[in-house]
């Protein structure tokens, strides 16, 4: 069945430490990758997204990911966290060909002051 | 612009009682529409998906069902509410095709059942 894995649940890190949040796919078509944010008591909003062409993607705030097709992976990098970027960050997946979108079990951030 | 509209914001149902969430998308045509469930830990839970009037694709069977009577309306119900289905409920739509896109997602909508 399609899945989306992230297997930090909750990471903790000091304000300047570089970040890489790991997100795996199971699905063997076409796909679309996205990286979400849901900073506390807000909604949801698109850090970044990949659709085709260079798999190195650079989103709002500092954030970038990379799509390794032969790893089913498409990893979150953030060189120099922030305390702002305390919130919790999902991993997502458009199955093209079925039009599904589904989504990772969500990777808490919190950054020490 | 896009736009999309999802109601009430929050719900308080008894046990036992029906369901009617409604979601529409304003500003574009065709869309892919979605349910999911927010749970802590969980993240979103894809609950129906649907890529036209009429056909709605289950994700995990349970006491709700949708519905899409328009192009851009999806509706999720349920005949008789459970306790266990309290949790924040998220509309959302994509397009996919020649212009492709993320998904975009409505307020939300708080149901509690007591």
């Known amino acids: 069945a399609q899945s989306v894995s992230q297997h930090n649940h909750h990471v903790i890190l000091s304000e300047a430490a570089s970040l890489e949040l790991g997100c795996n796919y199971s699905?063997?078509?076409?796909?679309?990758l996205f990286w979400y944010v849901q900073y506390p008591g807000q909604h949801l909003q698109l850090l970044l997204k990949y659709f085709s062409g260079d798999p190195l993607v650079k989103g709002i705030k500092g954030f970038e990911a990379e799509f390794i097709k032969s790893k089913f992976s498409f990893n979150l990098r953030k060189p120099s966290v922030q305390w702002s970027d305390t919130a919790e960050y999902f991993c997502a997946v458009n199955l093209g060909s079925a039009s599904k979108i589904i989504f990772g079990s969500g990777t808490r951030l919190s950054i020490r002051p | 612009s896009q736009t999309i509209h999802q109601w009430p914001a929050t719900l308080v149902q008894p046990v036992g009682s029906p369901l009617s969430l409604e979601c529409t998308v304003e500003?574009?045509?065709?869309?892919?529409l979605y349910w999911y469930r927010q749970a802590a830990g969980r993240g979103l839970q894809l609950l129906f998906y649907s890529v036209g009037i009429g056909q709605i694709s289950s994700e995990v069977p349970q006491n709700l069902s949708a519905s899409r009577p328009q192009d851009r309306q999806f509706i999720l119900s349920s005949k008789k509410l459970l306790l266990s289905d309290s949790g924040f409920y998220l509309c959302a739509w994509s397009v996919w095709g020649i212009m492709n896109t993320e998904a975009f997602f409505g307020q939300g909508t708080r149901l509690t059942v007591v």
């Open positions: 699905y063997g078509g076409t796909v679309n």
């Open positions: 500003g574009t045509s065709n869309p892919n």
